[in-house]
Nanobody, 127 residues
Framework: VQLQASGGGLVQPGGSLRLSCAGHGFRFGDYAIGWFRQAPGKEREGLACISPGGSVTYYSDSVKGRFTVSRDNFDNTAYLQMSSLEPEDTAVYYC?????????????????????WGQGTLVTVSS
């Protein structure tokens, strides 16, 4: 199971950015996918998670209404559309996948032993 997050970069406050999470080596459509972030000195935080088929999503209160998670199982890719970005959103963003956990549990607890973390991508929100 391989997951790779990409699309990070420098963005001004109030701006938007879309992150991608590409999956390889497994049946992408069988896995719930989640987006997480970790800022310096803070614990990793679950942000947005989506069910294997894409019909169920879960968002943390910190990003609800600003971030949107989606996926394209034909392209084995999940996305995190981020808008109204704030300096507090600066962090390394990770995606993770899990074949058993539902989206809310994935966001709350991270992937189980059957799941996997991807490499992160840095998002910096600054003027």
């Amino acid at each position: 199971v391989q997951l790779q997050a990409s699309g990070g970069g420098l963005v001004q406050p109030g701006g938007s950015l879309r992150l991608s999470c590409a999956g390889h080596g497994f049946r992408f459509g069988d896995y719930a996918i989640g987006w997480f972030r970790q800022a310096p000195g803070k614990e990793r935080e679950g942000l947005a998670c989506i069910s294997p088929g894409g019909s169920v999503t879960y968002y943390s209160d910190s990003v609800k209404g600003r971030f949107t998670v989606s996926r394209d199982n034909f392209d084995n890719t999940a996305y995190l559309q981020m808008s109204s970005l704030e300096p507090e959103d600066t962090a390394v963003y990770y995606c993770a996948g899990d074949p058993q956990r539902i989206s809310s549990v994935l966001c709350d607890m991270g992937p189980s032993g059957l799941g996997s973390w991807g490499q992160g991508t840095l998002v910096t929100v600054s003027s």
